[in-house]
């Protein structure tokens, strides 16, 4: 059998991801029969069928399944590949940090003087982005190292836990809420939630920053009509303060940002936030290794509890730390 090509695996998931080889086509920006005939091509070069076929659907076989999987991978290593060798082959290459604004646990900035102090020739390129997309951009190539919060993807990537902090809700000043000492999912019924805990952590439909709607409401079901999502944290917070939503966030955003207007509660049946470091399982830069080696570090001195989590009578706490990848 002769190698699989990038072009038949990229066309290959266009169909199995669509289901539908008209669309498919349309997202290949190519006309159907070329794609029909090089899938069908695909499938004589394997020796399987990867789709079962009917005049009203197209469907994976379990052949298909199992490529659509090992293909996803294989172009995300590819991509990756591409992106790598631009980077190392870039005058001044630099290290680069993917992390979501103001989800770093506090550490951010002495992680970057510690990175510094270990040598560094160059600060790094911090690649921000939205919840979720960390992980992804150390598979695409896009980043080196990343700042994540547990759980998350862990395909093809390593990661050493750095700080496990509470999820505090921040509310109005004078809420009534604001007037008890600490909360429970149930008293936020009926309210508008932006933030929470990582997806998997337990809530059927957790929200997430710049995804304002109805306490449980899913995913799929509109903000009232006419509210647009709150974008940044300044919006976030003018929200909070004339009582349009309930904020969810770990204690570090709030410790860094308290406002007079703002009250933050503990919610005793959240599960805590965690933040981890994470790199591809397969990185041997020396600046992987040094930032990693930097990033515990921190974590493991940072034992500073301030005044807010004290308020609330919660704790932040570092985990034990295993070894990071060796330069």
């Known amino acids: ?24 086509a349309d997202r290949l920006d190519m006309a159907q029969p070329p794609l029909s005939r090089a899938i069908r091509a695909l499938e004589r070069q394997l020796g399987v069928a990867l789709f079962e076929r009917t005049t009203r659907q197209v469907a994976l076989t379990a052949a298909g399944d199992v490529l659509l999987r090992d293909a996803r991978t294989a172009l995300e290593a590819v991509a990756a590949a591409a992106h790598r060798a631009r980077e190392a082959g870039s005058p001044s290459p630099r290290l680069r940090v993917a992390l979501k604004a103001d989800i770093d646990g506090g550490l951010l900035p002495r992680i970057l003087e510690a990175y510094g102090a270990d040598g560094a020739a160059l600060p790094p390129e911090l690649v921000l982005g939205a919840f979720g997309e960390q992980p992804q951009a150390l598979r695409d190539g896009l980043a080196d190292v990343a700042l994540v919060l547990h759980p998350f993807d862990r395909r093809g990537l390593d990661s050493e836990p750095l700080l496990t902090e509470p999820v505090l809700a921040a509310v ?28 998997g952590h337990g809530r059927p439909d957790e929200p997430r920053p710049g995804d304002a709607r109805p306490a449980g409401t899913r995913p799929a079901e509109a903000a009232p009509a006419g509210a647009r999502p709150a974008s940044n944290l300044s919006e976030i917070f003018s929200l909070v303060e004339t009582g349009g939503i309930v904020f969810l966030t770990p204690a570090s955003v709030a410790r860094r940002y308290p406002r007079a207007g703002i009250a933050y509660r503990p919610v005793s049946d959240l599960p805590d936030a965690t933040l981890a470091v994470a790199w ?48």
Request: charged share 20%; proline share 10%.
């Open 172 to 199: 109005a000043a004078d809420d009534p809420l604001a007037a008890r000492p600490g909360l429970c999912l149930a008293d936020l019924a009926g309210r508008r939630i932006v933030g929470g805990p990582p997806s």
């Open 280 to 327: 591809p399982q397969d990185a041997r830069a020396p600046a992987v290794a040094a930032f990693v080696r930097a990033a515990c570090t921190v974590a493991a001195e940072a034992t500073d509890v301030t005044d807010v989590t004290d308020a609330a009578g919660v704790t932040t706490q570092t985990p034990p730390l295993a070894p990071g990848p060796t330069a």
């Open 1 to 24: 059998m002769n190698d699989l090509e990038v072009r038949q695996l990229r066309y290959f998931v266009a169909v199995a991801e669509e289901l539908h080889f008209g669309r498919a």
